[in-house]
């Protein structure tokens, strides 16, 4: 870590995303994983069944300054619907009032 950057440490609790047609004790049954809880330290207590991470992320000090996000998005045409708009015609020369 240099001076120009701090860190940040997290822990996550992680869980399997289990396939339930295969038995819960072969490692086939994990189809993929999900973080259920994050805290700042160690937990006392981490949730049944799940694995606790220690992620430390590594950030340059300059990101907190400009805390000003801006950002244009731009849509193109063919990526918009236009309104439909519905209209009945009715004869002019009608001379039954509605």
């Given at each position: 870590?240099?001076?120009?950057?701090?860190?940040?440490?997290?822990?996550?609790?992680?869980?399997?995303?289990?396939?339930?047609?295969?038995?819960?004790?072969?490692?086939?049954?994990?189809?993929?994983?999900?973080?259920?809880?994050?805290?700042?330290?160690?937990?006392s207590k981490?949730?049944?069944?799940?694995?606790?991470?220690?992620?430390?992320?590594?950030?340059?000090?300059?990101?907190?300054?400009?805390?000003?996000?801006?950002?244009?998005?731009?849509?193109?045409?063919?990526?918009?619907?236009?309104?439909?708009?519905?209209?009945?015609?009715?004869?002019?020369?009608?001379?039954?009032?509605?």
């Open positions: 870590m240099s001076g120009e950057t701090v860190r940040a440490t997290v822990y996550l609790q992680v869980a399997p995303d289990r396939n339930t047609y295969m038995p819960a004790d072969d490692v086939r049954s994990i189809a993929g994983a999900k973080v259920v809880a994050s805290t700042q330290g160690k937990s981490p949730k049944a069944g799940t694995v606790e991470v220690k992620l430390t992320i590594e950030l340059p000090k300059a990101a907190f300054l400009a805390l000003r996000p801006e950002a244009v998005v731009v849509i193109p045409a063919t990526l918009t619907q236009p309104h439909p708009v519905t209209v009945e015609a009715v004869d002019a020369h009608d001379t039954e009032k509605e």
